[in-house]
């Protein structure tokens, strides 16, 4: 059961332009969403979050948009630059056990890639 | 700039060998996460450790996986016997569980091939 899912497997953008990265999630327990990026031959790391208490939240070129009634959220870059070409990762976690969830424990969707053409 | 470490980065092996890959994550972290990322897949994960205890190993093939950790600075993760579908890249990941808005660092991976 894919309880965190990135429905676009692949999302070209030119430079300049804006990058919008979507990720739908199932279960309602969820109350802390991630965005890991990802290069090839690296490690995820940390892009940015956002708790269920807000529907924005902004980091320089990056927001997180979060949508609870449609239990969907999303990444803007904006502008996007070629070396924001990567694998994008949304992941959610929850509090408490409820779901088969476990605190701190993180579920990702599975990736969308980006390319940023100059 | 503190880092999870992962060895071996690329293991090539054949199957029904025995595949031990280590994990040394984050001084003062107190969870730690194996994951396995394959095409079908995504990002799985395999097992969590809080404290050095195993919370959840739900996700992990129990005749074949295991997972340990013999004390806070290492982290273990086997496969005996490999098999050619245990083909992927395996991150370990650190935290702190408590802070929730310290987000989990990953290591760079193990590329593990199974012939």
């Known amino acids: 059961d894919q309880q965190v899912k990135q429905n676009s497997p692949s999302l070209s953008v030119q430079e300049g332009r804006i990058s919008i990265l979507n990720c739908d999630y199932t279960?309602?327990?969820?109350?802390?969403f991630l965005w890991y990026k990802k290069y090839p031959a690296e490690g995820p790391t940390f892009l940015i979050s956002?708790?269920?208490?807000?529907d924005k939240n902004e980091d320089g070129r990056f927001t997180v948009f979060l949508n609870k009634s449609a239990k969907h959220l999303s990444l803007h870059i904006v502008p996007s630059q070629p070396g924001d070409s990567a694998v994008y990762f949304c992941?959610?976690?929850?509090?408490?056990?409820?779901?088969?969830?476990?605190?701190?424990?993180?579920?990702f969707g599975q990736g969308t890639i980006l390319t940023v053409h100059p | 700039d503190a880092r999870v470490t992962q060895t071996p980065r690329h293991k090539v092996t054949e199957m029904g060998q025995e595949v031990t890959m280590r994990c040394q994550p984050i001084?003062?972290?107190?969870?730690v996460f194996w994951y396995r990322q394959t095409m079908m897949q995504g990002l799985e994960l395999l097992a969590y450790?809080?404290?050095?205890?195993?919370?959840?190993d739900s996700g992990m093939p129990k005749d074949r996986f295991s997972a340990e950790m013999p004390d806070a600075t290492l982290a273990t993760l086997k496969i005996q016997p490999s098999e050619p579908r245990d083909s992927a890249v395996y991150f370990c990941?650190?935290?702190?569980?408590?802070?929730?808005?310290?987000?989990?660092?990953f290591g760079d991976g193990t590329r593990l091939s199974i012939l």
């Open positions: 990941a650190s935290g702190l569980a408590g802070f929730r808005n310290q987000p989990q660092h």
């Open positions: 279960n309602s327990m969820f109350d802390y």
């Open positions: 956002i708790s269920s208490i807000k």
């Open positions: 992941a959610a976690s929850a509090l408490g056990n409820a779901g088969g969830t476990s605190y701190g424990k993180l579920t």
């Open positions: 001084l003062g972290h107190n969870t």
């Open positions: 450790f809080r404290n050095r205890a195993p919370l959840d």
